[in-house]
């Protein structure tokens, strides 16, 4: 097995553009192009456009793919429309969480399951595992896939420049095929920035053309090429969580705060039932620590891993930060007890190199778009 890193499709393509690349999940991935405080601002304020094509798609197909799903994750995924899409989890036995997904529901009985791009593998072989008994196909389709997003207040306006699908008609976390720019792509109104826009699944080979088309067209709107690095501080400031930082195999979805994806009421059995029903009932007695949002008073940067501390005790730990371009400040997400998790709690600061830097406890999200 070669060690070099995956290439996507627009790889060249980012290169012309002087992009900085950076190594993410296996794949060489552009962090920025030029400022990433102008590529959070221009997805904010305009368009940003993203290569996204290290996410991992799997589809699932046949009589009990519904089935499958249901037993293999932890939501109702037989209630999900045709053209429709839902966050959901996938949990080991204990409960601890494998990974986030969306589930689009493409026909009656075929669905694409979308990992995150460290996570592919991993539950590429957990839904393989889990399809025995059942009447459906596993398929690893990573490679049929680049996945380019649209995302600002501006990009309805751009893609409806290029394609005639009703994107009006489109709801958040619905799907539709059509084309953009002559390209076949299911386009759907999803994405990890806290604003409107689209993530176009469309082959490989249209990639380039489709990315070209999109900048062309978006240009006079403000749409900018973005990197990792302001899709980070984009999902920051809306309090999605990142796999591996606020969602680990320790913890279970009540730990996360996002026990609502868990779906007790499907029928029949799903992996980690018992281990959740458990843990759903430990955090009504016991609240788990929870996830809070932090706003510094000073400059220094929080970081994962570092401690949040209060009256000389450790309360808990941040699981991202950042300096957030839309507050003028750093923020970060942390973990703290119970007991210290209302906004306003007063003495809370971040253990910054053995300096407890004063923060601020809010509420998440740092920031809600204007509908």
């Given at each position: 097995?070669s060690?070099a890193?995956?290439?996507?499709a627009l790889?060249a ?7 900085t690349?950076?190594d993410f ?6 962090l ?6 102008d590529e959070?601002i221009a997805?904010?304020?305009k368009?940003?456009l993203?290569d996204?094509?290290?996410?991992g798609e799997i589809?699932v197909?046949?009589p ?5 799903l249901n037993y ?7 209630t999900?429309g045709v053209?429709?899409a839902?966050y959901?989890?996938?949990c080991?036995e204990?409960?601890?969480i ?7 529901r493409?026909q009656?009985?075929?669905?694409m399951?979308?990992a995150?791009?460290g996570?592919?593998?991993i539950v590429?072989d957990?839904?393989?595992g889990?399809?025995a008994?059942?009447?459906?196909t596993?398929r690893d ?12 207040p501006e990009?309805?306006?751009?893609l409806k420049?290029l394609t005639d699908?009703?994107l ?11 084309t953009v720019a002559g ?22 080979q249209h990639a380039e053309?489709l ?11 403000g749409?900018i090429p ?7 501080t984009?999902?920051l400031e809306?309090g999605m969580?990142l ?5 680990t195999?320790?913890?279970t979805?009540?730990d996360a705060?996002l ?9 029949g059995?799903f992996?980690?039932?018992?281990a959740l029903?458990a ?7 016991a ?5 809070v ?5 000073g ?7 570092m401690?949040?501390?209060?009256g000389?005790?450790?309360i808990?730990?941040v699981t991202?930060?950042a300096p957030?371009?839309?507050?003028g400040?750093?923020?970060a ?10 906004p306003g709690t007063p ?6 190199r053995?300096t407890?830097e ?10 809600k778009r204007?509908k």
């Amino acid at each position: 097995m070669s060690n070099a890193p995956r290439l996507t499709a627009l790889d060249a393509l980012h290169r012309s553009l002087g992009a900085t690349m950076t190594d993410f999940a296996g794949w060489d991935m552009p962090l920025r192009y030029g400022s990433e405080r102008d590529e959070h601002i221009a997805v904010r304020t305009k368009a940003g456009l993203f290569d996204l094509s290290h996410m991992g798609e799997i589809t699932v197909t046949g009589p009990q793919a519904a089935d499958l799903l249901n037993y293999a994750l932890v939501g109702n995924i037989g209630t999900v429309g045709v053209g429709r899409a839902r966050y959901t989890m996938i949990c080991q036995e204990d409960g601890g969480i494998v990974d986030d997904l969306i589930v689009y529901r493409l026909q009656e009985q075929e669905y694409m399951v979308v990992a995150n791009a460290g996570n592919a593998q991993i539950v590429l072989d957990a839904l393989t595992g889990r399809a025995a008994g059942f009447d459906a196909t596993v398929r690893d389709d990573r490679d049929a896939y680049a996945l380019i997003a649209v995302q600002g207040p501006e990009s309805p306006g751009i893609l409806k420049s290029l394609t005639d699908a009703d994107l009006d008609g489109l709801k958040y976390y619905a799907g539709l095929p059509g084309t953009v720019a002559g390209v076949p792509a299911l386009i759907a109104r999803t994405g990890y920035t806290g604003e409107d826009g689209f993530e176009l699944f469309v082959e490989p080979q249209h990639a380039e053309k489709l990315w070209q088309a999109l900048t062309d067209a978006g240009a006079p709107a403000g749409l900018i090429p973005c990197g990792l690095s302001c899709r980070d501080t984009l999902r920051l400031e809306a309090g999605m969580p990142l796999y591996g930082h606020e969602l680990t195999t320790a913890l279970t979805p009540f730990d996360a705060g996002l026990g609502r994806v868990v779906k007790f009421e499907k029928d029949g059995d799903f992996v980690g039932r018992e281990a959740l029903t458990a843990a759903a009932e430990r955090a009504e007695t016991a609240p788990p620590r929870k996830l809070v949002g932090l706003i510094a008073e000073g400059r220094r940067i929080p970081r994962a891993g570092m401690a949040v501390v209060a009256g000389g005790e450790v309360i808990g730990e941040v699981t991202s930060g950042a300096p957030s371009p839309t507050l003028g400040k750093p923020i970060a997400m942390a973990y703290v007890d119970a007991a210290q998790a209302a906004p306003g709690t007063p003495g809370v600061g971040v253990d910054i190199r053995g300096t407890h830097e004063p923060y601020e406890v809010v509420a998440l999200p740092f920031y809600k778009r204007q509908k």
